[in-house]
């Protein structure tokens, strides 16, 4: 098996990136126009990998000549029936759990609301849920509304950690000091494993051991770490996690989710939202009226799944295969992230993080916006992912200042006139990801020398 072992991208050849003209980049030498863009967007949608279009098509031509038949008989031998076996393991490895303890199947939201339905069982002694501020809405709405769904004010039930005042981060000791403090009032424990908008990754293991000290349930919303971050779920006696695969695992927009249980509530929580899909593959079409679950995470399974889903996801999943294992991935990812970090602190506009509070003082108060203030101030910009690459995965986000100036959208465009391709979160966070499978050195220049035109054009033009 092939490893990455040093800074060149074998895998580039493995994805389609788009082209600068493809995204519209306006301000490049005519030349360059069918070169690739700087894709530094994988933290929201991963790019096709071409493996994964061959095998669609393949898909397609199966249903084309073989309809119905691809699901006991097809050409390549990946029957229908079984097609997420196709996947389970790849995944499996990815997120550190034994094969059964993974199911591939429906969307992320959907999957937290089955976990939530499955391991949120509050009692008027420990109802809480602990999670971190801001975390991404579908999740806020998911812990609300099983909140209110178990007659509980989620006001009262949901305990959200905000960093503290004048800092962008959680604290490692802060968390585990609420859990200690906190816990038996807590039912569940839930973080994301890498935060979607600072990039900061969670102490997962230490998380999760004062949780289950305190008598917790831990699940984790890996929708941004997994396929970024090496884990080992099993070990860490997570309890259950969830997760897409449309970003660092290049399934494709809306691709198939995914979900974790810990083999040890094999026995004690069965699936309570039954579906024949979860049900025993050997007596699954003799139609029995009686449900029979796959023991573990297989028998949360409640449809067949899309097989140009899983398909598309497969083709990837085999790309991290020849990669060889995430530990590999990882070292490529945080050489390629400190490269790009070490880029940005050289930028003339660079505000170290720390310094932020003190030289705009509302960028960390929402309510005063350093652009509503009389004294223009130079636009520059902060990195709010942690600096410990312990701390992060692939991800830097960049905080622009004075906030709420709208210096970010304008950067954010200008990236863009020049092929990069970043993220934006408004009001005031491009979010960049190198994401070692197909990102280069060639791109983290790109980004730094764009950004270094972009905040110079800006701090002129004013
Ligand atoms: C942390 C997190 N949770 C939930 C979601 C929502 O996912 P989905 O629309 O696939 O349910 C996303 C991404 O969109 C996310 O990043
Ligand atoms: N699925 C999407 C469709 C359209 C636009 C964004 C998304 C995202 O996934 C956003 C991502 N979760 C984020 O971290 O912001």
């Known amino acids: ?171 490692e000791s802060d968390i585990i000091d609420l859990i200690t403090k906190q816990g038996n009032s807590i039912a569940l424990v839930i973080f994301s494993g890498v935060q979607y908008y600072t990039g900061q990754w969670f102490p997962m293991q230490a998380i999760t051991k004062a949780a289950k000290e305190q008598g917790c349930i831990c699940g984790w919303d890996l929708a941004h ?19 897409c695969s449309y970003k660092y695992l290049n399934s494709g927009p809306g691709g198939i989710a995914g979900l974790f249980i810990h083999e040890k509530w094999n026995n004690t929580r ?76 050289k930028s003339k506009f660079y505000v170290p993080v720390h310094e932020v509070s003190a030289r705009y003082p509302s960028a960390t108060n929402d309510k005063n916006r350093d652009g509503q203030n009389s004294q223009p101030q130079r636009f520059g910009f902060a990195v709010i992912t942690p600096s410990d690459p312990e701390s992060r995965g692939a991800q830097l986000s960049l905080l622009f200042l004075p906030t709420g100036s709208g210096a970010m959208g304008k950067v954010f465009d200008r990236l863009l006139e020049e092929g990069v391709v970043g993220d934006k979160r408004e009001p005031d966070v491009i979010r960049l990801t190198i994401a070692p499978l197909y990102n280069t050195m060639g791109d983290i220049d790109r980004a730094a020398h764009g950004l270094e035109r972009a905040l110079e054009e800006l701090n002129t033009s004013t």
């Not at 050409?75 to 199911?103: C, F, Q, S």
């Not at 509304?145 to 949901?158: E, K, M, R």
């Not at 396929?227 to 779920?233: I, R, Y």
Request: charged share 20%; hydrophobic share 40%; glycine share 6%.
């Open 225 to 243: 770490a997994v396929g970024n971050v090496p884990m080992a779920l099993h070990e860490w006696d997570v309890d259950f996690a969830v997760w």
């Open 270 to 345: 069965p699936p309570q939202y039954a579906g024949w899909w979860g049900h025993d593959p050997s007596t699954r079409f003799s139609m029995p009226p009686l449900f029979n679950a796959i023991p573990g995470a297989q028998g949360y399974q409640q449809s067949n799944p899309s097989v140009l889903n899983i398909v598309s996801l497969l083709g990837s999943l085999q790309a991290f295969k020849r990669v060889g294992s995430m530990d590999l991935l990882r070292k490529r990812s945080e050489s390629l992230t400190l490269h790009l970090e070490g880029e940005l602190e």
């Open 1 to 171: 098996m092939g490893a990455l072992e040093d800074l060149s991208t074998p895998l580039l050849d493995d994805f389609a990136i788009p082209t600068n003209t493809d995204i519209g980049a306006t301000r490049l030498p005519e030349t360059t126009a069918d070169d690739s863009c700087a894709y530094l967007c994988g933290n929201s949608l991963g790019p096709l990998s071409k493996q994964s279009e061959k095998l669609i098509n393949d898909e397609l031509k199966v249903w084309r000549t073989r309809a119905v038949e691809g699901h006991f008989s097809h050409p390549h031998g990946r029957e229908w029936l079984n097609i997420a076996d196709t996947v389970t393991p790849l995944l499996a490895e990815i997120v550190g759990a034994k094969e059964k303890e993974v199911a591939c199947m429906s969307t992320l939201t959907a999957n937290l609301h089955l976990m939530l339905s499955a391991f949120y069982k509050p009692t008027p002694d420990r109802y809480k849920i602990l999670c971190e501020a801001k975390a991404f809405p579908s999740d806020q709405y998911a812990f609300a509304s099983q909140a209110v769904l178990h007659g509980y004010d989620p006001t009262d039930a949901i305990i959200e950690l905000a960093p503290r005042t004048g800092e962008f981060t959680l604290r």
